[in-house]
């Protein structure tokens, strides 16, 4: 009869490992997905820091000898209109999509953060007249509300994480608030009250932490549809201005003139914003299953 | 300083009167309730649930959650200070420095994303002026206190690593961790198994006899309250009915409510009668505190009541030395024991 030592077998798997790659090993087994998500993720990550060394050519640099010429050795990805290499432009817009997608996610969960967990922990007025507002901001289509915020800014990189980062405060708070309602209800929150805390730090060191694992999934998969978002902007024309390469504006460029002539300067912007988008996406389904304390060990 | 005079009262909770706002009126869930610690004593609040056992010990931590509730009247003296006469923030300097709590929930109320250590950290440096390591080795010291094995370890882990029982010796390290002169404990063992609730009361006792730290121990289990008190009062829809020491309360118990509360315990059946012997309850519940009947609160429920019971509120007398009781009967009661 074969025994099988279960022990040995747990090990091997890595689900004893505490910490470090061990650890970050047997994840990775269990989330194959996810770690495809991650490893896309980086892939575009190290893109964008390394573009330089990587693009082949001077992304801005126009050449009306070889307009529209066709995917080759030359040029890997053809070129445009005006000659420049598609390859050196996407490369170059990665760093320009991450710019917006982390800095946008980053500011509108910050913002979100500061204004759920104070109306929910507040509650009362404070709490009625921020659910009113985000009420009203949510009322209206994020991509709407972005593209009126960039058209009254004037179309800048720091306009554009900011018009696409207010439209994300209410999503984050409404999750933010909901938690906070239910944790300020938990006992630990009277524990630290009954050891003298104020309630200024009860919120921050207590019921904010707390709050950490739904922000963490909720702001990887806002990543996904802010360079969407960024993307849309561009292609609509109040997004990144020229030269400047952006994955939406090489689309919006191309589409209606080139589509028939010269596909790939539709077909390559396109899959570098689909490959973005489902990498984020990928990755923060796998950190929700991760996160989640149910499933935790 | 603690061991200078051990009779010292510690607590003076006078006419204490603590009410709640609600969508079906006013209710009184604290009525003109007067009771003393002194130190290194055990005091047992001991009634049903919603008698007002927890909401006095709330209202002494002035933790009582507003709105809906109100401590309307009355004086908390802790070392001489009204307590109701602070502002927030002299009183948040009480809290967890002179009062500590324990409540009765180990597995929640420790914040599950923090360490041990650090929580209990948080108690130290919220009162006193001590660099980070210096609180990291009492919290330590803490822990080995409570009797918990590899405190260094412990001190590390998060809260889900530990047992129930760890748990509230954790809580117990957290309380007394500046050494406070009075300690509320609120059915600190309900949430246990019963192996470990004996050892954890243990533990309370013997910190709080080596410490000299008063205790007001909340419960509704009088075999807790025969190992561990002292002094007893009874709570019955939010008045005091019944003040005696625990060997005064055992012996003889004055009104028809205790009786009632010892009557139903499993033990005292399996001593006296056959084991068929059905299990005595009190009948009735507790009345509804917005609508409560105009005499004695206890007499619906109650088989000695009288006509007057249901009429008049009975006076709180001191039926026998130190030994008082809310009952008009109480005298006879006394007479035929």
Redesign the interface.
């Known amino acids: 009869m074969a025994t099988i030592n279960f022990e040995s077998e747990l090990r091997r798997a890595g689900a004893n490992a505490t910490g470090g790659w061990g650890r970050l090993a047997f994840l990775a087994q269990r989330h194959v997905l996810g770690t495809i998500g991650l490893i896309t993720m980086l892939l575009f990550v190290l893109t964008a820091i390394f573009a330089d060394v990587i693009s082949r050519y001077d992304p801005l640099t126009v050449d009306s000898a070889h307009r529209l010429a066709a995917p080759s050795m030359l040029h890997w990805f053809g070129t445009d209109s005006f000659g420049r290499d598609v390859w050196s432009r996407i490369i170059h817009g990665a760093r320009i999509s991450l710019a917006v997608g982390i800095g946008s996610t980053t500011l509108g969960a910050t913002l979100g953060v500061i204004v759920g967990l104070t109306s929910g922990y507040l509650s009362g007025w404070v709490d009625l007249v921020f659910q009113r507002v985000t009420d009203i901001l949510q009322s209206l289509p994020l991509l709407v509300l972005a593209l009126v915020m960039t058209a009254a800014l004037g179309p800048s990189l720091p306009n554009v994480i900011l018009a696409i980062a207010i439209p994300l405060i209410p999503t984050v708070a409404r999750v933010i608030r909901a938690n906070t309602l239910a944790l300020r209800e938990?006992?630990?929150v009277?524990?630290?009250?009954?050891?003298?805390?104020?309630e200024t730090r009860i919120a921050l060191?207590?019921v904010l932490?707390?709050t950490?694992a739904p922000l963490i999934v909720l702001a990887t998969a806002q990543l996904g549809s802010t360079i969407l978002t960024e993307a849309s902007l561009s292609f609509l024309g109040l997004g990144i201005p020229e030269p400047y390469p952006s994955w939406g504006r090489m689309l919006s460029e191309s589409a209606a003139e080139y589509v028939r002539t010269a596909p790939w300067l539709v077909i390559f912007p396109g899959i570098a914003i689909s490959l973005a988008v489902f990498g984020t996406n990928l990755f923060g389904d796998a950190l929700r299953d991760i996160l989640d304390?149910r499933q935790r060990g | 300083m603690s061991e200078a005079l051990p009779a010292e009262t510690v607590l003076e909770v006078k006419n204490l009167q603590t009410v709640f706002f609600t969508n079906s009126g006013l209710f009184r869930a604290v009525d003109d309730v007067s009771f003393s610690v002194r130190r290194g004593e055990t005091l047992a609040i001991v009634g049903e649930s919603g008698c007002g056992k927890s909401v006095s010990a709330l209202s002494i931590?002035r933790?009582v959650p507003d709105p809906p509730g109100r401590i309307v009247g009355g004086s908390v003296t802790l070392e001489g200070t009204d307590l109701l006469k602070l502002d927030d923030a002299a009183m948040?300097?009480?809290?967890?420095?002179r009062i500590?709590?324990i409540?009765q929930?180990p597995m929640?109320?420790?914040?599950?994303?923090?360490r041990i250590g650090d929580q209990i950290i948080?108690?130290v440096r919220?009162?006193q002026k001590v660099s980070s390591k210096e609180a990291w080795k009492q919290a330590v010291d803490m822990l080995r206190l409570v009797h918990i094995p590899e405190p260094e370890r412990r001190a590390q882990e998060y809260p889900h690593q530990l047992s129930g029982g760890m748990r509230q010796r954790a809580?117990i390290a957290?309380?007394l961790a500046c050494r406070p002169a009075l300690l509320i404990a609120d059915e600190p063992t309900t949430a246990l198994d019963v192996t470990i609730q004996a050892q954890i009361l243990a533990l309370i006792v013997d910190l709080q006899q080596r410490l000299g730290t008063g205790l007001i121990l909340i419960t509704h289990d009088l075999g807790v309250v025969a190992q561990t008190a002292q002094r007893v009062i009874v709570m019955y829809a939010g008045k005091k009915v019944e003040e005696a020491t625990v060997e005064a309360l055992f012996e003889t118990p004055l009104h028809p409510y205790t009786r009632g509360l010892m009557a139903s315990m499993p033990a005292v059946i399996a001593l006296g009668a056959e084991s068929d012997a059905r299990l005595n309850e009190i009948p009735g519940m507790v009345p509804s505190l917005t609508n409560l009947p105009p005499g004695c609160a206890f007499a619906p429920r109650c088989k000695f009541a009288i006509d007057r019971c249901l009429k008049e509120y009975p006076p709180l007398d001191e039926v026998k030395s130190n030994h008082w009781a809310a009952c008009w009967r109480a005298g006879e009661m006394l007479e035929a024991s």
Do not use: C, D, W
């Open positions: 938990q006992p630990f009277e524990a630290a009250k009954s050891i003298g805390m104020s060191r207590h932490p707390n950490i304390p | 931590m933790l948040r300097a009480i809290r967890g420095n500590s709590m409540f929930e929640t109320s420790l914040n599950p994303v923090m948080e108690a919220l009162h809580m957290m309380a």
